[in-house]
């Protein structure tokens, strides 16, 4: 009798657990033995018969790649974007690639032209670059480059990466690493190399950067800066920021204020201590301001010898979320994700543990307040979320399968519907049409020649 009760209990735990199914159809579109990595970016071109990847070796192997291509969603028609000329083991690589929201553009990461063993690709010597399908294989530097003092307002010392285009088109935000900080380092032993995000502004002031000899030096068209100031050892207990990472633009316009004006801002992770000394990640967000060449109250934009370049003026950060009192608190590191939004700006999308210490989404308003909690799911969410391009909807991977999940706007959710069946290789990194009526994702697929990551897609049963 007690095993037979035990076995009534699981039933309807497993009930409980169970989610609708919504299979909508799925198919692969690449079949190449290489990867087509999509690395959670906006891959469909403007009019959706695109997507755009690029073909790294393995998932740290952007020193290593050399093209950027497309595939057609119709006759998996794969063609050539950006193809780097003379390539060596020390770069320059390309990678990261995401499409332009209504131009035939893409961005993405671009190491040094002259890459060699003494200044190959790396995190801080990169930089991004556009390119027009009207003219493949021809780059334009988008943020501009300025390593010899004197340095130069609206441009970087480093390397910036995970390049996203604003809704508009007009903007892109990106995350940073600041080479004369790394050389300090090395010099001092003491912790600078520290990561931030940043925005560039397509008609932002005349960016002029003295050119140099090695290649080092890289002029480009559009505005940069720094928006949230790091430290190295953020006092315990304080909103102090040692780390800004996992950066995502908030809403299509930005978020709604009391005052009902929309404000443009990107959301982010910030690494912080803990009155007790331990570090933890919360959800951050900072207003991005029109006026990005205006100077704050932290320091020059262009930064110094001994210092990061500085914020503008109106750039400013809150803390979301305060979880320093939960079970497990902070952001999940595993999987790695961005945080992300929802179209009209109310939400913002993470992960972290429940109290049983499974990974789920939760969701937090840009004004702050208490997150909630959007999963039950009784397995670990495997991937970022992906929110519709006009609807308040989100996909992510969970028990190897695409999931669907809509949201009021008071927060409630409904019951997860499964759309694609559970596979032995997880699906990931998922997006959105432009239309809202596919998302493709990466999956492994072994062949001959080893297991490569291919492009999917899912689509709606008409």
Known sequence: ?????????????????????????????????????????????????????????????????????????????????????????????????????????????????AANEERPYAGHRRTGVIVDESEPGVPRWMDSRDIVPPFTSGALRGGTHRHQWSADGEWIGFTYNDALMVALENETGEKRDLRTVGVSKRMGPQVIVPSDSVGEQVQ????????VPVVPNPRPGTDEISKAYEDWWVGHSGYRKPDGMLQRARAFMGDLITPKGEQLTEVFIVDVPDSIHLVGDLGPLEGTATQMPAPPKGATVRRLTRTADRKYPGIASEPRHWLSSSADGDWISYLAKDDAGVVQVFLVSPMGGEPKQATYHHVSVQSMVRWHPREK??????????????????????????????????????????????????RYVLSARGAFIQVFLAEKLR
């Not at 079949?31 to 959670?40: G, Y």
């Not at 480009?220 to 928006?227: D, E, N, R």
């Open 1 to 113: 009798m007690r095993d037979s009760s035990i076995c009534t209990l699981l039933f309807f735990i497993m009930i409980a657990c169970s989610t609708p199914d919504s299979y909508w159809t799925e198919r692969q579109l690449t079949e190449a033995p290489q990867n087509h990595e999509l690395d959670h970016n906006e891959n469909f071109s403007p009019d959706d018969a695109w997507i755009v990847y690029d073909t790294r070796p393995n998932p740290a192997g952007i020193q290593q790649n050399t093209k950027i291509e497309k595939v057609n969603i119709q006759n998996g028609e794969t063609k050539i974007l950006y193809e780097v000329s003379q390539p060596n083991s020390f770069g320059p690589g390309v990678g990261a690639v995401s499409y332009h929201p209504y131009l035939n553009q893409v961005v993405f990461i671009h190491g040094p032209e």
């Open 220 to 227: 480009g068209t559009w505005f940069s800066v720094l928006l």
């Open 393 to 442: 909807v989100f996909t992510y991977v969970c028990d190897n399968s695409l999931f669907l999940l809509s949201v009021s706007s008071e927060g409630d959710v409904s019951d997860p519907t499964r759309l694609t069946k559970r596979s032995a290789e997880p699906p990931f990194a998922p997006c959105w049409s432009r239309d809202g009526q596919r998302i493709a994702f990466n």
